[in-house]
């Protein structure tokens, strides 16, 4: 951390952070069994619409696309099985889903969270790192102004 690196742990941090947070609230549920389903559908859920995502890419490029793949895809997303993740569909009529498979955001997971050291790490580990993990401006501006104004780096401290 000392080299300056330690922008490279965000978004593993944030990460784990964010799983901490998913599995404690599963923990929460009276019937666990039923929360786990509920969670392993909704990575399926993400799962199918990541493949449709990406076979529509690879069509829309002139790339051979499995048809048979996205029907059965598109079938099973309008059916049953995820009804539970729909949100209300786009202006347009496309179907939209929820973000999240508890409708609770990570800020109120951590909110939410019997342990007290969660509200304060969503403030340090999570919410504070947000420039670093999306690379926004405000992550990359001190490098940039060292860069062109080296003189104003500090010097290392000098050793004895």
């Known amino acids: 951390m000392s080299a300056g690196h330690w922008e490279t742990a965000t978004s593993p941090v944030r990460q784990l952070y964010e ?27 993400q799962a199918a619409l990541a493949t449709l995502a990406n076979l529509e ?8 696309t499995q048809l048979k793949q996205v029907l059965e895809i598109r079938q099973a997303l309008e059916g049953e099985t995820y009804d539970e993740f729909r949100a209300k569909p786009r202006r347009d009529g496309s179907p939209q889903w929820r973000q999240t498979r508890c409708g609770r955001n990570i800020a109120e997971l951590a909110r939410e969270s019997t342990n007290r050291r969660h509200h304060v790490n969503y403030k340090l580990l999570y919410s504070a790192w947000s420039e670093q993990t999306h690379g926004s401006p405000g992550a990359l501006l001190p490098r940039i102004v060292d860069s062109i104004y080296p003189e104003r780096i500090d010097p290392p401290p000098q050793r004895n």
């Open 57 to 64: 890419y690879e069509h829309e490029r002139g790339e051979r």
């Open 19 to 45: 799983i901490v947070l998913n599995m404690e609230h599963l923990n929460s549920y009276h019937d666990r069994e039923l929360a786990a389903i509920k969670f392993i559908r909704f990575g399926s859920l």
